[in-house]
């Protein structure tokens, strides 16, 4: 369609409302596949062509949908009280109801006034607000939750949950007062491994792309075999799949039904692993069904448990052999699975500093260990040297000096003082 042709507004587009879950909506199908369609990049015009629903009825339903708070659009022709959203605080205010204006923005080193952030918890302010813009993404498609593009490769896909998993992982904050922020790092998390678990396997990954592809299913889901909360809406007639694609429908949902079911049988038998991989499978298969996802998390902490402990395994055994190039990767691997394990993040700097001479890499775990366990005086210890390897001498000395503050009887760290440059 060309631009010149448009009606007013029509170069608008629409994206789901901050809090808005999808899977609360009752939908009929032909809704749910328009309402999948729009990703906040799609302008209207467009979504009258691949809708799935006759030109006026897609106007009808965004319009509905809009009047509802269900969807905000931007672009030319925004009405009042549906401009682009800003910051991710301005997006949840407007999905609470708030004033449509216009908010002043925000200075950068001022707290925020969020309410619902809370300065007396212990976790800083910009994290709080980190994490509930973050939650405003759940929802999003994998490649767009983990950061990365649609054709992303592995490294891509495996560098980002890397980095989510330090900032997101609820351990970060492992006994400190965060408040409700604990069970929102949960949330948080279990969508970034559930992400990155079907994208890097390539199989899953291209099921997910596969049946994202198709409208949603009208059946009921697998795991729960119950039906909707609530009848789907009666002002649109109901989209009348063609045989072909109902038929491709019911074999999707039945093959996620097989590998669920196998998936809960080795997992009941402790096949942790095993588990995993086959409810990853029903996932892709049927990547509408909530409770099979609420299943995965668990199924995949286990998985990951196992997969950490035999990689430490195979790490020691090498380092028992004196084989330290070949343990460091095996460590590093570990850590992807428990990035808050200050132990790990320990061991892992002296290898990258001792075996392979990797200064950048040994500082970031060495770091690490200190920010998690800062009352011990081994890790400051190991950051000083490495600080002084890299001839930074007044980190050393700054690091040094706090380990024999916690340990004054650490000799090692007595030497390593004593034998730095003078000021």
């Given at each position: 369609?060309?631009?010149?042709?448009?009606?007013?507004?029509?170069?608008?587009?629409?994206q789901?409302?901050?809090?808005?879950?999808?899977?609360?909506?009752?939908?009929?199908?032909?809704?749910?596949?328009?309402?999948?369609?729009?990703?906040?990049?799609?302008?209207?015009?467009?979504?009258?062509e691949?809708?799935?629903?006759p030109?006026?009825?897609?106007?009808?339903?965004?319009?509905?949908?809009?009047?509802?708070?269900?969807?905000?659009?931007?672009?030319?022709?925004?009405?009042?009280?549906?401009?682009?959203?800003?910051?991710?605080?301005?997006?949840?205010?407007?999905?609470?109801?708030?004033?449509?204006?216009?908010?002043e923005?925000?200075?950068?080193?001022?707290?925020?006034?969020?309410p619902?952030?809370?300065?007396?918890?212990?976790?800083p302010?910009?994290?709080?607000?980190?994490?509930?813009?973050?939650?405003?993404?759940?929802?999003?498609p994998?490649?767009?939750?983990?950061?990365?593009?649609?054709?992303?490769?592995?490294?891509?896909?495996?560098?980002?949950?890397?980095?989510?998993?330090?900032?997101?992982?609820?351990?970060?904050?492992?006994?400190?007062?965060?408040?409700?922020?604990?069970?929102?790092?949960?949330?948080?998390?279990?969508?970034?491994?559930?992400?990155?678990?079907?994208?890097?396997?390539?199989?899953?990954?291209?099921?997910?792309?596969?049946?994202?592809?198709?409208?949603?299913?009208?059946?009921?889901?697998?795991?729960?075999?119950?039906?909707?909360?609530a009848?789907?809406?009666?002002?649109?007639?109901?989209?009348?799949?063609?045989?072909?694609?109902?038929?491709?429908?019911?074999?999707?949902?039945?093959?996620?039904?097989?590998?669920?079911?196998?998936?809960?049988?080795a997992?009941?038998?402790?096949?942790?692993?095993?588990?995993?991989?086959?409810?990853?499978?029903?996932?892709?298969?049927?990547?509408?069904?909530?409770?099979?996802?609420?299943?995965?998390?668990?199924?995949?902490?286990?998985?990951?448990?196992?997969r950490?402990?035999?990689?430490?395994?195979?790490?020691?055994?090498?380092?028992?052999?004196?084989?330290?190039?070949?343990?460091?990767?095996?460590?590093?691997?570990?850590?992807?699975?428990?990035?808050?394990?200050?132990?790990?993040?320990?061991?892992?700097?002296?290898l990258?500093?001792?075996?392979?001479?990797?200064?950048?890499?040994?500082?970031?775990?060495?770091?690490?260990?200190?920010?998690?366990?800062?009352?011990?005086?081994?890790?400051?210890?190991?950051?000083?040297?490495?600080?002084?390897?890299?001839?930074?001498?007044a980190?050393?000395?700054?690091?040094?000096?706090?380990?024999?503050?916690?340990?004054?009887?650490?000799?090692?760290?007595?030497?390593?003082l004593?034998?730095?440059?003078?000021?």
């Amino acid at each position: 369609m060309q631009l010149g042709g448009q009606r007013s507004g029509e170069a608008r587009v629409p994206q789901l409302a901050p809090g808005c879950d999808p899977a609360q909506l009752p939908l009929s199908p032909a809704e749910g596949y328009l309402l999948s369609r729009i990703d906040g990049r799609t302008p209207w015009s467009l979504l009258r062509e691949i809708g799935g629903l006759p030109p006026g009825e897609v106007d009808r339903c965004l319009e509905r949908w809009l009047s509802e708070g269900i969807l905000v659009v931007h672009g030319m022709g925004a009405k009042d009280g549906h401009r682009p959203p800003g910051s991710p605080r301005e997006e949840r205010e407007q999905s609470r109801g708030g004033s449509s204006t216009v908010a002043e923005p925000e200075s950068s080193g001022a707290p925020s006034a969020d309410p619902q952030t809370d300065p007396n918890l212990e976790i800083p302010v910009e994290a709080q607000e980190r994490i509930l813009g973050f939650e405003t993404r759940l929802k999003r498609p994998y490649h767009e939750v983990l950061g990365v593009p649609a054709d992303a490769d592995l490294k891509a896909v495996k560098r980002a949950y890397f980095e989510l998993s330090k900032e997101y992982h609820p351990d970060r904050y492992f006994r400190r007062n965060i408040g409700p922020f604990a069970l929102r790092l949960e949330r948080i998390f279990k969508r970034i491994v559930e992400a990155y678990e079907l994208l890097s396997d390539p199989a899953t990954r291209a099921e997910v792309q596969r049946a994202v592809a198709e409208p949603p299913p009208p059946a009921p889901t697998p795991a729960s075999g119950k039906a909707p909360a609530a009848e789907p809406r009666k002002k649109l007639p109901p989209l009348h799949l063609h045989a072909p694609q109902l038929r491709a429908l019911a074999e999707r949902k039945a093959k996620a039904k097989g590998f669920f079911e196998s998936g809960m049988a080795a997992f009941r038998e402790g096949r942790w692993r095993e588990a995993a991989a086959s409810v990853r499978l029903a996932i892709a298969f049927d990547p509408w069904n909530e409770p099979v996802k609420e299943a995965f998390a668990e199924v995949q902490h286990k998985a990951n448990e196992e997969r950490a402990e035999q990689l430490l395994k195979e790490a020691n055994a090498n380092l028992d052999l004196r084989r330290v190039a070949e343990a460091l990767p095996l460590f590093e691997e570990a850590l992807h699975y428990r990035p808050h394990d200050p132990e790990l993040n320990h061991t892992t700097a002296r290898l990258a500093w001792l075996a392979a001479d990797d200064l950048k890499r040994a500082k970031e775990y060495a770091a690490r260990a200190c920010e998690l366990r800062p009352e011990v005086s081994g890790y400051r210890r190991t950051l000083g040297q490495i600080y002084k390897a890299a001839g930074l001498i007044a980190n050393a000395r700054r690091e040094l000096e706090a380990a024999l503050r916690i340990d004054p009887k650490d000799t090692e760290a007595k030497q390593e003082l004593r034998n730095l440059p003078k000021k």
